[in-house]
């Protein structure tokens, strides 16, 4: 099973001191988190994709690309490529490329995103977004695995003998993780094609993401790609730890009650209740983490949200410090243990690699 973190690449004041770092200071820090991922042994560093303030993620792969260059065994990933307002070659190219400096040390999560205003920026239309996210995928995957392409579709300019490049490194395209956190359509699709489901159970309750793993564990199988339970899950979550829960609340609270995604909804309590949130000592967070198996069912990767909501590098870097040494040995040890027989690792290049024979 693996471990990380995923990043929104947020610009946001911290409330107990007024400060906003600026853009320079805050693409800065997302790579000093991804270097102390690695030092602390997280498996996973995975960047989202904006395009709009207070969000500066513009680039994924840029920035992939720079921390491949400074680390040697992280993998590294995106928490959202959005398949619907990209060029599905472009992604097939950058990708690709990323993926031979990394060494194969690349996956990618692809969804739509979150913020309504990209589409007609890229000169698409919101209404169409899982009609874009199903097309543009299906050309992609062809992308990847067809040296020369023919292709004709409802959202771009028709492909005759194209030819992505680099093509992938030894033969085999980077790992996709479907993300979502509402569709339906999006578990089928990662099932049709024997991908991972990521999804990112942040915000909402429970039931709502067993009932959408549920559907894409029963369609992985029915598309004939192995039983339900070889299905390949992703979940995300939350996690603000101090050695004791009283200090960890008291600290967690100002940024929580400020944030622009928590800020006048839910309190901080019932976040916590409802959702995978655990603000609390390092304990807590391995026994609140370890009940996600109890809904979902044994799963391949577990991504944590951690610098968000203004948190300065420091706490940040002290968080993934104690995530490191704390919550993930005994993580790793707890669910090897729990899981059942038969159930698959995450996949990795090599392990790709060993499957195509």
């Not at 911290?14 to 270097?35: C, F, N, Y």
Request: proline share 8%; charged share 20%; aromatic share 10%.
């Amino acid at each position: 099973m693996q471990f990380g973190i995923f990043t929104v690449g947020d610009v946001t004041t911290d409330p107990t001191d007024g400060r906003t770092p600026s853009e320079h200071e805050r693409i800065k820090s997302m790579v000093a988190i991804a270097l102390k991922a690695e030092e602390v042994g997280l498996d996973v560093f995975a960047t989202g994709e904006h395009h709009n303030p207070p969000f500066v993620p513009s680039s994924p792969t840029t920035m992939l690309g720079h921390i491949a260059a400074r680390t040697e065994r992280l993998v590294l990933s995106t928490s959202t490529t959005l398949i619907t307002t990209n060029d599905p070659v472009k992604i097939a190219e950058d990708f690709a490329m990323l993926q031979h400096l990394a060494d194969g040390r690349v996956d990618l999560m692809l969804g739509r995103g979150n913020t309504a205003p990209v589409y007609p920026w890229f000169g698409q239309d919101i209404r169409q977004g899982i009609p874009l996210a199903v097309e543009n995928y299906a050309l992609l995957h062809a992308l990847w695995r067809e040296d020369v392409v023919d292709w004709a579709g409802r959202f771009r300019t028709p492909l005759q003998g194209f030819t992505s490049t680099p093509r992938p490194l030894d033969g085999v395209p980077p790992f996709v993780w479907h993300g979502s956190i509402r569709s339906p359509e999006i578990a089928e699709q990662a099932a049709y094609y024997g991908d991972g489901f990521f999804a990112n159970n942040i915000f909402w309750p429970k039931e709502h993401f067993m009932k959408l793993i549920g559907l894409y564990r029963e369609r992985f199988a029915h598309h004939g790609h192995g039983t339900p339970e070889q299905a390949l899950v992703g979940l995300g979550g939350q996690v603000f730890m101090r050695r004791n829960s009283q200090d960890a609340v008291r600290e967690f609270r100002p940024y929580f009650d400020n944030a622009p995604v928590y800020g006048g909804g839910p309190t901080l309590e019932e976040f916590t209740e409802q959702t995978p949130l655990t603000v609390g000592s390092p304990q807590e967070v391995v026994d609140k983490t370890l009940t996600f198996r109890e809904s979902f069912g044994d799963y391949q990767r577990q991504l944590f949200l951690m610098d968000h909501a203004g948190l300065p590098l420091k706490t940040v870097l002290e968080q993934l410090d104690m995530l490191g040494e704390e919550v993930v040995p005994v993580l790793r040890k707890e669910f090897d243990a729990l899981r059942a027989p038969g159930v698959p690792d995450a996949p990795t290049h090599a392990s790709l690699l060993a499957q195509r024979g």
